[in-house]
């Protein structure tokens, strides 16, 4: 009997050990799977060009600089596009003008968070679909300023300043071109 206990405490003892000899690490392969994305922001939702002085009507009058208008992320190379919504300058429906002729614009590296080997264009008429903004690497949060110009023509042109378009009973009637950027 005694050998049978020695016996059970061995067999015991060594099931122990060989529970407490199994292994205390493991693996697991953990996947990250990178995703393509790009994103555009337009920082500001309304952008103003005033017609105030002779000069204005002659030449055409700007928005100015738009400092990081836009904001844009992705993860490789990009193109960004703006294009008027409505194409044809000619159609005046409820004060909206069309892009054609009427807008052009000119994009820059932003004033913070720049774009790296990055092309912009200058004066770019927005009639249709244009080519704004291009990298050839993916880049994060990183601006683009813009400017807007309004050509003289299309006012003078169109004769909206001389034909019931220009509002007689206020100092100011606003006419809108409308932008869509895309990336």
């Not at 060989?18 to 995703?35: D, M, P, R």
């Not at 400017?147 to 003078?156: D, P, Q, R, V």
């Amino acid at each position: 009997m005694k050998k049978s206990i020695i016996a059970a405490v061995v067999l015991v003892a060594g099931a122990v050990f060989t529970a407490n000899a199994q292994s205390k690490e493991g693996q697991v392969t953990v996947n990250i799977n990178l995703h393509k994305f790009q994103t555009l922001t337009v920082n500001d939702a309304q952008v103003n060009i005033d017609f105030k002085t002779k000069e204005h009507y002659e030449n055409g009058a700007t928005s100015g600089e738009m400092q990081n208008h836009l904001t844009v992320s992705s993860t490789g190379s990009f193109v960004v596009k703006a294009k008027s919504v409505v194409a044809n300058p000619n159609s005046v429906t409820n004060k909206t003008l069309g892009g054609g002729g009427a807008l052009t614009v000119t994009t820059k590296n932003g004033s913070s968070n720049t774009l790296e080997n990055a092309t912009f264009t200058n004066n770019i008429n927005l009639n249709d679909s244009q080519t704004i903004v291009s990298a050839n690497k993916g880049q994060f949060n990183k601006n683009v300023n813009v400017e807007y110009k309004a050509n003289s023509g299309t006012f003078t042109g169109m004769n909206l300043i001389n034909n019931g378009y220009l509002d007689n009973n206020s100092n100011v009637t606003t006419y809108k071109v409308l932008v869509t950027y895309s990336i």
